[in-house]
């Protein structure tokens, strides 16, 4: 079967279904496809301009399969690069982050400004160089767009895209809710953790912005909860919102378009939730039903294809660097309001290490169940994943009057996070762009 | 036997029991080593070469005040509800180069090196790091009033709970 019919039959949207072909998980073709369509050719998340903010500061990560380094020029400007000597690739940038004037080679000893241009090549002057190579020829290739919206650092190795804002949607209504937070916006907060998971990046994708799973994988982090708080006296911020996690919240679902998603859960308690002692002051500058939005709701956030920004017990920035089909590397990172007072700080890290990591109580639990999704999959005598609860009750664009309140049109929502109609919008996108990308 | 031996005895008695504990899997009896304030302290890696310093300010992979804390843990591993914890990973930890640190007084200390291979649905993974300890006498016996655990691998494959490290 030809490629563009292959992935055609891969989302089987016959009779009132909506189902995905569990092979989508784990085909070699459909992965170096996506890598090439999605992750090297379009925007995708690199990173937080609080974690390049001095001149000379560097990070450096990937953009799909290839290493890449952004830096912050002297100018205030950002540069992007790939991160690999001009003259024989060895990588330029061995550390995860620092500040540097220069990047010099540690292999011959060429050396690049911030700009990306050569500015030495050792001992040029005997090199015996051909007029055709001088320094000028020797730049560092630069990441073709680097662009950020509200702090978050968006790129693509492609320059053939649209206006990031453009390609946001919808979604630039949830990051404002958090980069609103504070007048001095976010940072990122020092550290890490990065854990391999043996499961395809789009089952990640999926389940950070599953409502559905939450009342029952999480049932237990509820428990355990529910118990510390009846024997231990705790207060104020110490205490742990459950609300969503016992599934008695109103809740929500959205399909932002272009492959982003969204759900979000009534907060039970938001006086349990760091940002509640600057309510006063959140009021003072914006809407009660803004309010409502940023502070009573927690909302997960997925920007199409490798970054989560959530902010629901605690505010993480996530990201997916897939490696092969059945494996991805994700990093979590804390991200908080720039100024939030020291026990909002503590409360707020205290959450996110109770949820948010792999040595925690929910997320090593929702990676577990991403890993049994995957090698499940290889059940291939059952072919489909089904994604048909919601379907009934569909609201597209101006009929989600909530959305409306903070300037939200989507391309659909549901009123209730339990319903799994936001996939549809994943994987329509996937499928018209990879049906696209085979004939191209 | 000097008092200086006397003491590494203890220390490494109490080390070694740990571990057993742990591998064991006999939580009740593990969360006894404890005292009812103790801090049990995993600090995140926040660049190449360094740790969380502070803990309250900062990330870390664990961080658990008080022995209540450490029996939610259990609490959560016990309940089989944890999608993470079933089936669970057998574990062996082998702790050595135990070393006292201001081994004097109320405020007995020591520093070791750990490495446990576990064994779950992952196949085997082993990890490695160090301990630091504070201990408290109490009623005669020797307790853990902190346990900091540096673990130098940073990019994790499957759950990393109390009993993993």
């Known amino acids: 079967m030809v490629m563009s019919d292959r992935i055609a039959a891969m989302i089987d949207e016959r009779e009132g279904r909506f189902r995905v072909d569990r092979a989508i998980y784990s085909d070699p073709d459909i992965f170096e496809s996506e890598m090439d369509?999605?992750?090297e050719g379009g925007w995708v998340f690199l990173a937080h301009e609080s974690q390049i903010r001095n001149s000379g500061d560097?990070?450096?990560?990937?953009?799909?399969?290839?290493?890449?380094?952004?830096?912050?020029?002297?100018?205030?400007?950002?540069?992007?690069?790939?991160?690999?000597?001009?003259?024989?690739?060895?990588?330029?940038?061995?550390?995860?982050?620092?500040?540097?004037?220069?990047?010099?080679?540690?292999?011959?000893?060429?050396?690049?400004?911030?700009?990306?241009?050569?500015?030495?090549?050792?001992n040029e002057e005997t090199g015996a160089y051909t007029d055709m190579a001088g320094k000028d020829q020797f730049g560092l290739t630069p990441i073709a767009r680097v662009d950020s919206y509200r702090g978050f650092i968006f790129a693509s190795l492609k320059a053939d895209v649209p206006a990031l804002k453009d390609w946001l949607a919808g979604t630039t209504s949830w990051i404002d809710l958090l980069a609103d937070q504070s007048p001095q916006g976010l940072e990122v907060i020092p550290g890490s953790s990065t854990y391999t998971v043996y499961g395809n990046w789009k089952l990640q994708a999926e389940n950070g912005v599953d409502g559905y799973h939450v009342s029952t994988v999480h049932r237990v982090f509820a428990a355990t909860v529910a118990q510390r708080e009846a024997?231990?006296?705790?207060?104020?911020?110490?205490?742990?919102?459950?609300?969503?996690?016992?599934?008695?919240?109103?809740?929500?679902?959205?399909?932002?378009?272009?492959?982003?998603?969204?759900?979000?859960?009534?907060?039970?308690?938001?006086?349990?939730?760091?940002?509640w002692p600057q309510k006063e002051r959140l009021e003072k500058s914006f809407p009660p039903e803004r309010i409502e939005w940023m502070l009573n709701r927690g909302r997960n956030l997925f920007v199409f294809p490798n970054a989560f920004i959530m902010d629901n017990?605690?505010?993480?920035?996530?990201?997916?660097?897939?490696?092969?089909?059945?494996?991805?590397?994700?990093?979590?990172?804390?991200?908080?309001?720039?100024?939030?007072?020291?026990?909002?700080?503590?409360?707020?890290?205290?959450?996110?290490?109770?949820?948010?990591?792999?040595?925690?109580?929910?997320?090593?639990?929702?990676?577990?169940?991403?890993?049994?999704?995957?090698?499940?999959?290889?059940?291939?005598?059952?072919?489909?994943?089904?994604?048909?609860?919601?379907?009934?009750?569909?609201?597209?664009?101006?009929?989600?009057?909530?959305?409306?309140?903070?300037?939200?049109?989507?391309?659909?929502?549901?009123?209730?996070?339990?319903?799994?109609?936001?996939?549809?919008?994943?994987?329509?996108?996937?499928?018209?762009?990879?049906?696209?990308?085979?004939?191209? | 036997m000097s008092a200086d031996t006397a003491l590494r005895n203890r220390v490494e008695d109490l080390l070694f029991r740990e571990a057993a504990l742990l591998d064991e899997k006999k939580w009740q009896a593990w969360l006894q080593l404890y005292v009812e304030d103790a801090v049990f302290w995993m600090p995140a890696w926040t660049s190449e070469y360094e740790l969380t310093v502070d803990p309250e300010?900062?990330?870390?992979?664990?961080?658990?005040?008080?022995?209540?804390?450490?029996?939610?843990?259990?609490?959560?591993?016990?309940?089989?509800?944890?999608?993470?914890?079933?089936?669970?990973?057998?574990?062996?930890?082998?702790?050595?180069?135990?070393?006292?640190?201001?081994?004097?007084?109320?405020?007995?200390?020591?520093?070791?090196?750990?490495?446990?291979?576990?064994?779950?649905?992952?196949?085997?993974?082993?990890?490695?790091?160090?301990?630091?300890y504070r201990f408290r006498e109490e009623a005669g016996d020797l307790r853990i009033a902190v346990k900091k655990i540096i673990m130098i691998d940073d990019k994790l494959v499957g759950p990393v709970d109390i009993f993993h490290v």
């Open chain 1, 37 to 39: 369509l999605f992750f």
């Open chain 1, 58 to 122: 560097y990070f450096s990560t990937r953009i799909g399969r290839q290493p890449v380094f952004l830096v912050r020029k002297k100018d205030g400007g950002i540069g992007g690069f790939i991160n690999a000597c001009a003259h024989r690739a060895a990588t330029l940038v061995p550390l995860e982050h620092g500040r540097a004037n220069l990047f010099t080679c540690r292999f011959h000893g060429w050396a690049f400004n911030h700009d990306g241009h050569c500015v030495k090549i050792k």
């Open chain 1, 231 to 275: 024997k231990a006296n705790l207060g104020g911020l110490q205490r742990t919102e459950s609300g969503r996690m016992l599934g008695n919240v109103d809740s929500g679902s959205y399909d932002f378009g272009n492959g982003h998603l969204g759900i979000w859960a009534k907060r039970a308690d938001p006086t349990k939730h760091p940002l």
């Open chain 1, 313 to 440: 017990p605690s505010s993480q920035i996530r990201t997916l660097n897939p490696i092969a089909p059945g494996v991805c590397e994700i990093t979590v990172r804390c991200i908080a309001p720039v100024g939030e007072p020291a026990e909002a700080r503590a409360a707020r890290l205290r959450k996110f290490e109770d949820f948010y990591l792999t040595t925690g109580m929910a997320s090593s639990d929702d990676l577990a169940a991403l890993e049994a999704t995957h090698s499940g999959g290889f059940g291939r005598a059952a072919r489909w994943n089904d994604f048909a609860r919601g379907m009934g009750a569909i609201r597209h664009g101006a009929e989600d009057t909530d959305g409306a309140k903070i300037g939200l049109v989507p391309n659909t929502m549901n009123a209730n996070w339990d319903h799994e109609a936001l996939y549809h919008g994943f994987y329509r996108f996937w499928k018209e762009r990879m049906i696209e990308g085979s004939r191209s």
């Open chain 2, 57 to 132: 300010l900062g990330l870390n992979l664990l961080y658990l005040k008080g022995r209540a804390s450490l029996e939610d843990r259990v609490f959560r591993i016990e309940s089989g509800d944890s999608f993470a914890s079933v089936p669970m990973a057998r574990t062996t930890h082998l702790v050595g180069t135990v070393m006292l640190i201001d081994g004097n007084g109320a405020d007995i200390g020591a520093r070791a090196s750990w490495i446990v291979h576990s064994y779950g649905i992952h196949g085997g993974i082993t990890r490695s790091g160090s301990y630091e």
